[in-house]
């Protein structure tokens, strides 16, 4: 794994993945450097003053009026470390933490912040040593920052609370400092709200976020052109010229995606030869592009917004390069939390969707021609009748996390902080929903292959075969009688989240959007 160098002008999309995920080690460049010295100068110079100054030399949000004297400083930063440290609930899991970790550090290293380089240094020393601070799923209203959940990180580099280290085994922060060689910091004036003030834990899941949904969107256009095939539909309504008419990047790389996977089957347009022919197909199939696409389009809004985020300098106060300390509100949470919901309502209908193909699948008065259930001896078996009922309460807890958590405020801090943005919650529910979305897709794959497989007689598209072949081959059976369902239903999770579904096709259709 290569070398992440932070400088100034912060990161981009590929090294928070690599960080969080993939435990890509974290250097400071000496631009970086250079950069924390000289705030840090303006820091000292401020703190060497009478004048209090909000960050430096005074408390903290409904407690700033308080000047603070110097022989109390240090103890001013442990003590907003340690009491903002007041998270509850689960952990959060170790890719969160260090994609928080990461994007702290991508602010402190900016050298808008006052950070003192050898602090920024141990940060980068506790992510590269593989240490994940242990951070609980509640505490964060989304302004101010993240600030339980960056209040635990900070904590663990003071050499206190709990942590995991790279073993997976979560003991107290002060030995696994001292088995990796790391000291332990002694936070001095503004450090410790420079740690803990930032929109880094949902912006983590945002970049994580969209990493996965362009997998699952690419994925859900394969199993909507699948479904299509397995309903003998027409693929006439994926015509580019119909798009272009209506032209919504997102609709047309759906319907792209989805014609490339068609191309050459034997099962399409076959919808007006039955003994009841269809004038158009269901609008869970003929409109798969447009809500697919609208979704897509919602992704790169929501890129947009991240990008901005993820080129920021997120603090209160900040240094600007004039050398002044300033107070500002730019660690609200509002853009980030607003995009994060968007994707959660995109991610339900998207997997609403999908569940009303899967159900016409199974449904032998929609499925033209199909066995009910797609069951081997259909009253005897059940075949996938439950698969579907899973697939539906999937749907049903999506539409419930769809509603926005950014809609909310409460206020905090006696009414200082009287409006937030709720965007660490917007983060973790989304989380949630693209994991059902993933199950909803491979529900979706597990019925559409099986119908293409019960139409004997008719071949299916050469992409469609490839992704049937490659879902087969990792273990997951084709039709036949009732069997223990569960593990072919997890198999084809696996399958679609690890990427499989859409490398199994673009050798057969080229690159899909």
Known sequence: MHSVVLGTSGTSFQDVIDVARHGARVELSPEAVRALAGARAVVDALAAKPEPVYGVSTGFGALATRHISPELRAQLQRNIVRSHAAGMGPRVEREVVRALMFLRLKTVASGHTGVRPEVAQTMADVLNAGITPVVHEYGSLGCSGDLAPLSHCALTLMGEGDAEGPDGVVKPAGELLAAAGIDAVELREKEGLALLNGTDGMLGMLIMALADLENLYTSADITAALSLEALLGTEKVLEPELHAIRPHPGQGASAANMLAVLKGSGLTGHFQEEEAPRVQDAYSVRCAPQVAGAGRDTMAHARTVAERELAS?????????????????????????????????????????????????????????????????????????????????????????????????????????????????????????????????????????????????????????????ALRAAGVEGPGPDRFLAPDLEGADAFVREGKLVAAVEPVTGPLA
């Open 313 to 469: 300098a997120v603090d209160n106060p900040v240094i600007l390069a004039d050398g002044q300390i300033r107070s500002n509100g730019n660690f609200h949470g509002a853009p980030v939390a607003y995009v994060l919901d968007f994707l959660a309502i995109a991610a339900a209908d998207l997997g609403s969707i999908a569940e009303r193909r899967t159900d016409r699948l199974l449904d032998k008065n929609r499925s033209h021609g199909l066995p009910p259930f797609l069951a081997d001896d259909a009253g005897v078996d059940s075949g996938l009748m439950i698969a579907q009922y899973t697939q539906a309460a999937l749907v049903s807890e999506m539409k419930r996390l769809a509603v926005p958590a950014s809609a909310d405020s409460i206020p905090s801090s006696a009414m200082q902080e009287d409006h937030v943005s709720m965007g660490w919650s917007a983060a973790r529910k989304l989380r949630t929903a693209i994991g059902n979305l993933n199950r909803i897709i491979a529900v979706e794959l597990y019925a559409a292959t099986r119908g293409i497989e019960l139409r004997r007689g008719l071949t299916p598209a050469p992409a469609s075969q490839a992704a049937i072949d």
